[in-house]
């Protein structure tokens, strides 16, 4: 590796170049897109580089020795648990919705109470008009609530679950409405309470313990809102979500997705394929919104990928308040455009060649983390990061042979174990089991793997388990499929 004058004081940091990655078969390739395309958007909205940012140049850490063309794995190691099955599975009467919140993105639409578990139903493509309760323990129907076309907040812990409806629905499917109302579902028994609520449209929206948070943007243009509206329906305060002196939207092009994160010092972020706004649910938006074109976070802090007027990786705080900005690395793609576990790699070469074990609180880059078998230069390769916030997993694949390698890394980035097998594994959660074990699930070759986040023990394996998707609650995992779900019992 070469080092590089900072231009910022006289440390030293690592060079950069702007040859980009290019793109690759299946998600590697739309990934590559999505990135190209977000050059062209970001520092549309507030740069990532400024005055105030802390620029840190660490010392390069030490590289490998082996080659990176050297034989790959085989696969001798994974799936090997005696299979288990589902504790029950239950079919339902219409397809369960995704962006039960109207966020847009792909992710399971299910409620996990204490002791019922609430799913969304509806038409493709429509929003919300159905709300079925599952008896946790059983999968057993306890209830339904009928809605018009509704965006729901999907957050558990709450013994009401509240909706906007509306004639026509809402969310991205929708527009404007006059005839807007909040509606109340209780989480156990499905009784529903109506409040007429005085908003013009509503794009997506999060349950906090202050009410209901609600982004709105029917036009894409100067109408962007960010509001608050109490369970029984009054708007508690409601500003422009600004960048600049000029309402905006989140994005300049076609936001294509919606996630919502919480944060700490109770401050929830609204992230974009673009940008971020972090919002105090108390008073709104803290700060305009941050252009950040590829994200990450670990609960505490985001981190984002900086083009602009420096390459590298910037963290802000939950305020997003900048804290550093480490100039000649980059962030390890997450899996889909919602915000993934923080995994840096060494910006220097390209493709990079190994990810890094950092200090998050500064920066520093502290030793390496993982050799990147996987490579740019295999077009039958590609790795990202995935697993859960703080608890990130390295995903590395080959598509001729069907090849992967999942590698677990420390709070610094430094690999736990890793395991090879066979097939191309969906996105990996992580997961908390009652006895406090934490769990990353695999669906990877038609079956679900279940393996211990911490030793690489593997603990469970559903045959044919391997498609829909994982959710977990305070009650237990779920699996949600096109019109059915299962509890998965793990052990």
């Not at 490998?64 to 190691?77: E, V």
């Not at 079919?91 to 639409?109: F, M, N, T, V």
């Not at 939950?318 to 995994?343: D, H, N």
């Not at 992580?430 to 986040?453: P, Y």
Request: hydrophobic share 35%; proline share 7%; aromatic share 8%.
């Amino acid at each position: 590796m070469s080092t590089a004058t900072s231009t910022a004081g006289t440390t030293t940091g690592y060079a950069t170049t702007s040859k980009p990655r290019s793109g690759k078969p299946g998600v590697g390739f739309y990934v590559g897109m999505a990135v190209v395309a977000m050059l062209f958007i970001g520092g549309m909205v507030r740069g990532c580089g400024s005055d105030s940012t802390t620029v840190v140049d660490p010392d390069p850490a030490p590289t490998y020795s082996q080659d990176r063309d050297a034989t790959r794995p085989t696969a001798d190691q994974l799936l090997d648990p005696v299979p288990l099955e589902p504790s029950w599975t239950t079919d339902l009467d219409g397809a369960i919705r995704y962006a039960l919140d109207g966020s847009a993105e792909w992710k399971p639409q299910i409620i996990l109470g204490e002791s019922t578990w609430v799913v969304g139903i509806g038409e493709y493509d429509t929003p919300v008009d159905t709300l079925v309760g599952l008896d946790a323990a059983t999968g057993e129907q306890v209830w339904s609530a009928t809605l018009e076309g509704a965006v729901c907040a999907d957050e558990d812990g709450f013994e009401q679950i509240l909706c906007l409806d509306a004639p026509g629905g809402l969310g991205p499917q929708g527009g404007r409405s006059t005839a807007m109302s909040l509606v109340a579902v209780g989480m156990d028994d499905g009784v529903t309470e109506s409040h007429d609520v005085d908003l013009g449209s509503v794009r997506s929206v999060h349950r906090t313990d202050e009410g209901l948070l609600v982004y709105s943007d029917s036009t894409q243009g100067a109408d962007a809102m960010m509001s608050l509206v109490s369970p029984t329906g009054e708007v508690l305060w409601s500003t422009p979500v600004l960048a600049g002196d000029e309402p905006t939207t989140l994005s300049e092009s076609e936001v294509t997705s919606f996630s919502w994160l919480e944060l700490a010092d109770s401050a929830v972020a609204l992230t974009t394929t673009s940008a971020f706004v972090s919002v105090d649910p108390a008073t709104g938006p803290v700060a305009p919104p941050v252009s950040c074109p590829l994200l990450a976070s670990d609960g505490q802090a985001l981190y984002c990928r900086s083009y602009y007027p420096d390459q590298g990786v910037v963290s802000y705080d939950s305020r997003a308040e900048q804290r550093w900005l480490a100039t000649g690395l980059e962030l390890v793609y997450p899996y889909s455009s919602t915000p993934s576990p923080v995994v840096v790699g060494d910006g220097n070469e390209y493709p990079a060649d190994e990810t890094l074990a950092m200090d998050w609180s500064t920066g520093s880059v502290t030793g390496t983390g993982v050799e990147l078998l996987a490579s740019d230069d295999d077009p039958d390769s590609w790795y990202w990061s995935s697993g859960s916030p703080g608890r990130p997993v390295l995903v590395e694949t080959w598509y001729d042979p069907s090849l992967m390698r999942l590698t677990a890394l420390d709070d610094e980035g430094r690999p736990l174990w890793s395991l090879v097998g066979d097939g191309y594994p969906a996105m990996p959660p992580v997961v908390t089991l009652s006895d406090g074990r934490e769990v990353v699930l695999v669906q990877i070759a038609g079956d679900l793997a279940a393996i211990d986040w911490n030793t690489g023990e593997q603990i469970a394996v559903y045959d044919d388990g391997g498609y829909g998707t994982i959710e977990q609650g305070p009650s237990g995992v779920a699996q949600v499929q096109y019109a059915s779900v299962s509890r998965l019992e793990l052990g």
